[in-house]
């Protein structure tokens, strides 16, 4: 007979068990979809324990969770996926709420969820499943599927014929308020691990002396996780020490109020889309703070409210890494463009010389930086002129963003656009727009290098102990740059820019006017046709 409620006082360990594995099992398998699993304060053994249907584990008190053994999981919730496979009739675009099969799917019916994917690996090892997204489907026609939202990032029909198929999710689990500590020695296992999940919830949970991520979950909808701490990790790097972390495509994110300290990334939006991350503190990160990309396949991500406080990497970075350019030591961030970044009200104070407060990797549209307070910490009296980093670094060709009301300081370049070579051209009409913006003690307020018929507008900005130039030139042209209402104090050493502005040709638009500098001296400012 299957119950409502029980709770695990009421289940005790048969004569042969060491642990309290088999009780929560037994417990878990005692309850009805739907029901709950109450925890009393105490300590508990256990590790491994299986969750496939909807219930609510809640935690009375102080619970505290061992594992049984090293590298073990404490949570494992994990649905199935259908054998068959679709290929798609033509490529899915951004913002297609339908897409076309080669055949008609036997096994999709509305409400159902499906992953959409293609066959893009990552250049370097050939690691599969990155440009994934999950989807809840609202209509089904012969060979046309309708989906309940739309496609985030371009998918190309697969070769191998597997663009599309169905799982089964485990739905509607809760897990609230418990903690646990990983034995010692560990180089693996998560607190919590999900798969293929609908409306997973995870609150108030505490992990120390991690060795995996304390929660990853991959291919899910409406995923939320609240109140969350994450501490001194034994092991980072190589997908070890993480906070949060989500694979293959996880569709509908909430991660909010949450602190770790000393992990490899706080949280990791590996191949995400439609994510919210708020009020969330990372102290120490041996690496970047928050991932919104790791291999480049990730969109329409809003972070906000969050402190990323002594990161030894970025604070804040999109990266492009699963992206080839022919060259096997190099990735080709054209390949790809990020869409919908929205980074709100955070604070980075990093202390690496060479990366960045915020980094994104490729061209980027959709973007919005806004009443953001970034500042570089240095632990010696280094010359800024003997640094590479920057307070926010975007790639100088096809993106889209506009930066407001933040506050940069200390970095060797305020705000910089570059990459590493290349002289792309601006396809289309995007334009940057920084307006609002606060430059202060660096060696120069602006740097572009590489990018042809750029086009940006700077207006409002305010600098101050800019060491060297107002704008730092290496190569490149715009189509537009108009630059007003700039203010200047405190820079006596300044030049306006150290080469002469290149623009793309007598077609090219913008002007230089309502600059207010406090240096007499200051040279002419240059004419812009």
């Known amino acids: 007979m299957q119950v409502a409620r029980i709770s695990i006082s009421k289940v005790d360990r048969t004569p042969y068990e060491q642990n309290d594995v088999g009780r929560f099992q037994r417990a878990i398998s005692s309850l009805q979809d739907g029901g709950e699993l109450i925890v009393p304060s105490g300590t508990y ?129 809760k897990i609230d308020g418990f903690r646990y500590r990983m034995l010692e020695g560990s180089t693996c296992g998560r607190g919590i691990y999900a798969n293929y999940v609908r409306n997973l919830q995870v609150t108030n949970i505490q992990g120390t002396r991690g060795a995996g991520s ?32 989500f694979f293959g495509g996880c569709n509908g994110i909430t991660v909010r109020d949450g602190y770790t300290y000393g992990m490899r990334h706080s949280v990791d939006l590996e191949g995400s889309c439609e994510a919210l991350i708020d009020n969330v ?52 961030p054209l390949q790809l463009t990020f869409y919908g970044f929205q980074i709100r009200n955070c604070e980075i104070i990093n202390f690496s010389f060479g990366n960045a407060g915020i980094h994104f990797y490729s061209p980027c549209k959709e973007v919005f930086i806004e009443g953001c307070k970034i500042r570089y910490r240095s632990g010696s009296e280094q010359e800024l002129s003997k640094l590479s980093n920057a307070g926010i670094r975007l790639y100088p060709a096809q993106t889209d963003a506009r930066i407001a009301n933040c506050t940069i300081e200390g970095y060797r370049r305020g705000i910089a656009f570059q990459s590493p070579a290349g002289d792309y051209d601006n396809r289309d009409d995007c334009q940057i727009h920084i307006s609002n913006t606060v430059i202060r003690n660096c060696c120069s307020a602006l740097f572009f290098n590489h990018g042809r018929s750029k086009r940006f507008r700077i207006s409002h900005v305010h600098c101050e102990g800019i060491e060297q130039q107002f704008i730092e030139l290496n190569q490149g042209d715009f189509s537009y740059l108009q630059i007003e209402d700039v203010t200047i104090i405190r820079s006596p050493k300044l030049r306006f820019a150290n080469h002469k502005i290149q623009m793309t040709s007598k077609k090219s638009a913008g002007a230089v006017r309502n600059i207010f500098i406090d240096n007499k001296e200051f040279s002419p400012l240059p004419h812009i046709p």
């Open 45 to 173: 053994y256990l590790d491994s324990v299986l969750i496939r249907k909807p219930i609510h584990i809640r935690c009375a008190g102080v619970v505290e969770f061992i594992p049984t053994d090293r590298n073990k999981d404490i949570f494992i919730i994990e649905g199935t996926r259908n054998d068959l496979s679709y290929q798609l009739l033509e490529p899915a675009n951004r913002r297609d709420q339908k897409i076309n099969l080669s055949i008609n799917p036997s096994d999709i019916k509305p409400g159902d969820m499906i992953v959409v994917t293609d066959d893009s690996v990552r250049f370097k090892d050939n690691h599969t499943d990155l440009n994934t997204e999950v989807h809840e489907v609202f209509y089904v026609e012969n060979n046309t599927i309708w989906l309940r939202d739309y496609i985030r990032l371009p998918k190309s029909p697969s070769p191998s014929g597997v663009n599309v198929y169905k799982v089964n999710p485990v739905e509607n689990v």
């Open 214 to 245: 304390g929660i990853q979950v991959r291919k899910a909808i409406q995923t939320r996780v609240e109140g969350f701490e994450f501490t001194n990790p034994q092991v980072v790097g190589g997908g070890q020490g993480y906070g949060i972390q």
């Open 281 to 332: 503190v990372d102290v120490c990160a041996a690496g970047a703070s928050f991932l919104l990309s790791h291999n480049g396949y990730s969109s329409d991500i809003t972070i906000q409210n969050c402190r990323a406080i002594n990161s030894a990497g970025t604070g804040i970075v999109a990266d492009s890494q699963a992206i080839s350019s022919g060259n096997p030591d190099k990735s080709s």
